[in-house]
């Protein structure tokens, strides 16, 4: 199946091209290792840019999210988004758009969607995985139940990513960057170098230092 990258620009989110581009590239060496896994897909533009990295290779890449939006895109938030409300069920419900998103890009024999909490998901998991980008709700236990959950499965040189990284809390909420400094804490994964709000990790093997 071809891939449409192109698709992730007319995708709603909050994933700086840039910064997609950074996923496609790192996707693709991770693919090699082993499935990846994303959560917090939203509609779907990250799942994109990870998406195409791992078709590169026939890779999998396991799409975790419950579709019911997070805490701030509920009605009345400051991120709610009227077109992505169900009235009659009066709930928001992303996981329409996300499977268009899957459709229009070519997705269909790559991506795995998995639409339940992380931690539901992660209950009986036992395949180790190449990548884990961490996207899902961005408090800070949403957050660190997401690190705690999936960090676990990486494989050695495999990467850890974390998205919305701010060191200056007047920028943005500090969750992810809490929950980036633990895992370097952990002594289990070498910094890479961050790009924009990106964190990226690489879980050491055996015999390796940070
Ligand atoms: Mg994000």
């Not at 500090?174 to 895992?183: G, N």
């Amino acid at each position: 199946m071809k891939i449409d990258i192109g698709v992730a620009e007319t995708v709603k989110g909050f994933l700086d091209p840039a910064e997609g581009k950074v996923l496609y590239e790192t996707a693709m060496e991770a693919s090699r290792l082993g499935p990846c896994l994303e959560i917090g897909s939203y509609c779907g533009k990250s799942t994109v840019w990870i998406g195409a990295g791992c078709a590169e290779n026939g890779g999998i890449l396991f799409a975790v999210d419950h579709h019911g939006g997070s805490e701030e895109q509920q009605h009345g938030q400051e991120y709610f988004d009227r077109e992505l409300y169900d009235e009659k069920e009066d709930r928001v419900d992303t996981f329409g758009a996300f499977r268009k998103t899957l459709s229009t890009a070519g997705l269909g024999d790559t991506v795995v969607p998995l639409v339940c909490r992380s931690e539901v998901a992660a209950r009986m998991w036992n395949t180790p995985l190449g990548l884990v980008f961490i996207d899902g709700g961005h408090s800070f236990e949403a957050a660190f139940t997401d690190y705690n959950c999936w960090a676990r499965h990486i494989v050695a040189g495999g990467y850890l990513l974390i998205h919305d990284i701010f060191e200056n809390p007047e920028e943005g909420g500090q969750a992810p960057w809490e929950v980036y400094k633990l895992a370097v804490a952990s002594g289990l994964f070498r910094e890479l170098p961050r790009f924009r709000t990106m964190g990226i990790l690489m879980r050491l093997g055996c015999g390796q230092m940070p």
